[in-house]
């Protein structure tokens, strides 16, 4: 676990992305959607897409909630090493709070993986905009702390790149949903409904097409900027050893040994 525990963040580096770009290819072939930056959710609105959306998705995130665990018993580690919790009394709440904050993050992205936008658009709605801004939420801290952590577990550029993608990916989260609200709203002015199979077929002859496309673009910006931050942990867990758990059982009834003297008496008695 030792050795491979930093290829963690490479695997989710290349899961996160590559499910939703799995299920674009067979979204568009089947021609459930459009070819040009179709939204990440219609994508894995149809079937057979979007089993094959939940059950990538319901793998990456047990792979995220496994790094966030182990990042946040480094950042405990780290603080009781430096014997400094006195002079940053707020450090393992604040580390808690970044935790509870990736969690909310994976089970968002659990829920919108699970509850498609063609069946229950509310809740997987609330699921993406629970990843998304947790996520946010996330990356902020950890660069924070981060920079508390330096030098000794993480150079300053690493505490940038963190701080940049953090930036980036709120400013996409926000522009995302604002122009895809402006776009629907164009498309309500004039077909009088929201019609989820226009969306899907969403093309430059139809009104909110230049937003819509912004807001697809936007999304793959952002859920490639998640992973290019967890990428990052790949410097730090380097540095990280886990150790398995051990396994004690326990019979009911406890077993009683053979004694030396009756292995030797019943030996001499065969003998």
Not at 33 to 40: T, W
Not at 151 to 170: H, I, K, N, Q, S
Not at 193 to 216: D, L, M, Y
Request: charged content about 10%; hydrophobic content about 50%.
């Amino acid at each position: 676990m030792a050795s491979k525990l930093r290829f963690f963040p490479i695997t989710v580096f290349f899961a996160l992305p590559g499910s939703f770009l799995i299920t674009y290819l067979i979204s568009a072939l089947l021609n459930h959607v459009d070819f040009i930056l179709p939204a990440i959710s219609d994508t894995g609105a149809s079937v057979p897409e979007s089993c094959v959306f939940g059950m990538l998705l319901n793998l990456t995130v047990a792979l995220l909630l496994f790094i966030v665990y182990v990042r946040h018993k480094q950042i405990s580690e780290f603080f009781k090493a430096k014997s400094i919790n006195k002079s940053k009394e707020h450090i393992a709440l604040i580390n808690m709070i970044s935790t509870c904050a990736g969690v909310l993050s994976c089970i968002g992205l659990d829920i919108a993986a699970n509850f498609q936008i063609s069946h229950l658009p509310p809740v997987h709605d609330c699921g993406i905009l629970l990843s998304f801004w947790c996520s946010a939420v996330y990356i902020f801290i950890q660069t924070v702390i981060s920079f508390w952590m330096s030098p000794e577990m993480t150079a300053l550029w690493v505490v940038a790149v963190r701080g940049t993608l953090g930036m980036l990916a709120t400013a996409l989260i926000v522009i995302s949903i604002s122009v895809e609200l402006v776009a629907e709203q164009k498309l309500i002015d004039v077909y009088g409904t929201f019609n989820r199979s226009v969306i899907a077929h969403w093309n430059s002859s139809q009104p909110g097409w230049p937003e819509h496309v912004t807001s697809g673009l936007s999304q793959w910006i952002t859920v490639t900027t998640i992973g290019l931050f967890i990428l990052t942990y790949y410097i730090d867990f380097k540095r990280v050893t886990i150790y398995p758990p051990e396994l004690v059982m326990h019979a009911d009834p406890v077993p009683k040994p053979v004694e030396a003297t009756n292995f030797r008496s019943l030996q001499y008695t065969y003998s």
